[in-house]
């Protein structure tokens, strides 16, 4: 899951976190159009709501994250979306420690950012009906990218940690699986009824 608590994490790696999630907010913000706060606060919910509800998968848990496809349509939006959803979930539900929210935000913010990014790259290169097609490996990965962040930052906190870090990052895969269609759905449904928001 990518709600590391409180108590876990290392000193110098949730330091690292929120100065690295501190500068990303800064730029984020200083690039945010009035126009994207509608649509980050409707992603950030979604988000919120998918991330609340875990499945179980071997001796860990997962949630959906939706995180390429907020990269898609937020671009560096995405950083506080993901921030407020985050820290509210740590505040309300206890989802998360708020000394990691750093940590967590970057671990999330980051592989969506890349998405994004990558999916505009690529959107130009393709045919118009394989655009949606695009979004379910750059969600995989995605999903993949977080897991590897959340297994590094566990890592950096302690040798101790690598087993349950090693078995958390394989519960990532069928999410990773789950991501992709549902990245695919989404995207193409967007083409269809509000393609402005791909522009």
Not at 47 to 56: A, N
Not at 84 to 91: D, E, M, N, T
Request: glycine content about 8%; hydrophobic content about 60%.
């Amino acid at each position: 899951m990518a709600h590391i608590p409180d108590g876990i994490l290392s000193l110098p790696v949730v330091a690292g976190g929120a100065a690295a999630c501190g500068a990303a907010l800064w730029v984020s913000l200083r690039r945010l159009a009035s126009e994207k706060v509608p649509h980050a606060a409707v992603l950030g919910a979604a988000f919120f709501v998918c991330s609340t509800i875990s499945f179980p998968v071997g001796p860990s848990s997962v949630h959906l994250m939706l995180s390429c496809v907020m990269g898609i349509l937020l671009g560096s939006a995405v950083i506080p979306a993901l921030f407020v959803a985050l820290l509210l979930q740590s505040i309300f539900f206890g989802l998360g420690g708020l000394l990691a929210l750093g940590v967590n935000t970057i671990n999330i913010a980051v592989p969506a950012l890349f998405a994004g990014s990558a999916f505009y790259w690529l959107k130009g290169r393709v045919s118009d009906n394989s655009r949606a097609l695009l979004a379910a490996p750059l969600a995989a990965m995605a999903v993949i990218s977080t897991g590897a962040l959340v297994f590094f930052s566990l890592l950096l906190s302690g040798s101790e940690y690598l087993p349950a870090a090693a078995v958390m990052m394989a519960t990532y895969l069928p999410l990773a699986l789950l991501e992709a269609v549902i990245a695919v759905v989404i995207i193409r449904f967007l083409m269809k009824v509000a393609p402005e928001w791909l522009d």
